[in-house]
Nanobody, 125 residues
Framework: QVQLVESGGGSVQAGDSLGLSCVAS????????MGWFRQSPGKAREFVAA????????NYADSVAGRFTISRDNAKNTAYLQMNSLKPEDAAVYYC??????????????????WGPGTQVTVSS
């Protein structure tokens, strides 16, 4: 079993930056893609970014491409999401996700194997 725990959420102003971390415990995440989803009130959970086990490939939702950067440190069993130029529409609960194999922008919520409890990001204009 894998436990994912996010940290780094908070309240910022539009245009600010914020970094999220996701620490995995319980087992090593070899062969797992990792990523981030987000959900705001009244909306479905949506894909944000993902990274392969090796870190050699990343993909992003169109809405965050060029502003967000995902990375991972397998030695620390940790994934990161650096968010720059934040907009009010980025406000949401951000969830860390892990999936056997590859996680991409086309991966559905139901295919994710493990979820973190989420961390709140608030962006004020």
């Amino acid at each position: 079993q894998v436990q994912l725990v996010e940290s780094g959420g908070g309240s910022v102003q539009a245009g600010d930056s914020l970094g999220l971390s996701c620490v995995a415990s319980g087992r090593t995440l070899s062969s797992y893609g990792m990523g981030w989803f987000r959900q705001s009130p009244g909306k479905a959970r949506e894909f944000v970014a993902a990274i392969t086990w090796s870190g050699g490939s990343t993909n992003y939702a169109d809405s965050v491409a060029g502003r967000f950067t995902i990375s991972r440190d397998n030695a620390k069993n940790t994934a990161y999401l650096q968010m720059n130029s934040l907009k009010p529409e980025d406000a949401a609960v951000y969830y860390c996700a892990a999936k056997r194999g590859v996680l991409t922008k086309y991966s559905t919520v139901s295919t994710v194997d493990y979820w973190g409890p989420g961390t709140q990001v608030t962006v004020s204009s």
